[in-house]
């Protein structure tokens, strides 16, 4: 069960408390699309099937956060932190990741295509067969830790 509603994030990003600080937040469930988390520290945070479809998550940091089967579709993650985050299941489909580290991070079985990304650090993220990746994706350029079940 989420701590915060979306009405509370809203009113507190409409009283401009920036950056947001919901580090280690039990966001799960919770509907978060189309809302401007820019530079939110959402660490460690819960966003398991959480819905960030078109969120502006810019220079967020996700540090270590729970994101399984969270539904990022073309959101702008562009700068955001990464590392070791855990996106079992997610869909990014259409996302922008510019500038940013998935290093350590778990990808298994979420769907990638369509992503727009540029300088990305893949290094030990965590795939598997059933990982879906954008058109022309060259998985022998990143150092992944490929799962052999899907």
């Not at 520290?41 to 967020?60: I, M, R």
């Not at 079992?88 to 991070?105: H, K, Y």
Request: charged share 15%.
């Amino acid at each position: 069960m989420a701590e915060l509603t979306r009405q509370e994030i809203v009113k507190i990003i409409a009283g401009g408390c920036r950056p947001l600080q919901l580090r280690g937040v039990d966001l799960s469930h919770l509907d978060l699309s189309y809302l401007d988390l820019s530079a939110a520290d959402l660490s460690y945070a819960n966003l398991t099937c959480a819905n960030l479809t078109h969120a502006c998550l810019y220079e967020a940091n996700l540090f270590g956060a729970t994101a399984v089967a969270a539904n990022f579709r073309e959101a702008l993650l562009s700068g955001a932190d990464l590392i070791g985050v855990d996106m079992t299941q997610a869909d990014l489909q259409g996302a922008f990741l510019q500038g940013v580290t998935l290093a350590g991070a778990t990808l298994r079985g979420a769907n990638l295509a369509g992503v727009s990304y540029e300088r990305v650090d893949f290094s030990g993220a965590r795939v598997n067969q059933a990982t879906l990746w954008p058109a022309g994706f060259d998985q022998t350029r990143y150092q992944l830790f490929i799962d052999q079940e899907a």
